[in-house]
């Protein structure tokens, strides 16, 4: 059996992926690589209902799970619907659409990102802002068992309002 020693320098690696250019060392090209990914300053904007609002630093071809995962998630008083708000190129900071601006606006259901739809899953861009909406709430009063606001989506009927408020009391 031969035995072989583990490589002691980024040079004596021969990686199977693609070759650096002639005359530089793959050391050298590992370090340009990590030197450009370290002084990237793309970001994007994450924004509403989500745990840790604020800036979220893009990292190769990050999508929108990955941001919102990098937010802390979406909050359980987030609406069903998310919004991308796309700026011109070169415009920084987060954007909120305008009657005046020129803004491209991508919406996303979380439900359909939670169920694994991939054409939900945008790839962002440098300055894409994420927002994600408050859900609309609804109060139920009168002769229910748990009177009070409940969080409700879109398509909620009567019906399950009144049975988020526990159902009629006797």
Do not use: H
Request: charge should be negative; aromatic fraction near 4%.
């Amino acid at each position: 059996v031969e035995r072989r020693s583990a490589p002691q320098r980024v040079d004596d690696v021969s990686p199977a992926g693609p070759r650096p250019p002639k005359g530089v060392s793959y050391r050298e090209a590992l370090t340009q690589a990590m030197r450009e990914e370290l002084q990237r300053d793309d970001s994007v904007f994450v924004m509403g209902e989500v745990r840790s609002p604020g800036p979220v630093t893009l990292t190769g071809d990050m999508t929108l799970i990955e941001a919102l995962a990098r937010a802390g998630s979406t909050l359980p008083s987030a609406s069903g619907e998310i919004a991308i708000v796309r700026s011109a190129r070169g415009t920084n900071g987060a954007m909120l659409p305008t009657a005046e601006s020129e803004l491209d606006i991508v919406r996303a259901r979380i439900r359909d990102l939670e169920g694994g739809l991939r054409q939900q899953n945008i790839e962002l861009r440098d300055g894409d802002t994420i927002f994600v909406p408050r859900a609309e709430s609804v109060y139920v009063f009168g002769e229910v068992k748990s009177p009070g606001a409940y969080i409700i989506q879109n398509d909620t009927t009567v019906l399950q309002a009144l049975s988020l408020a526990g159902g009629v009391s006797e």
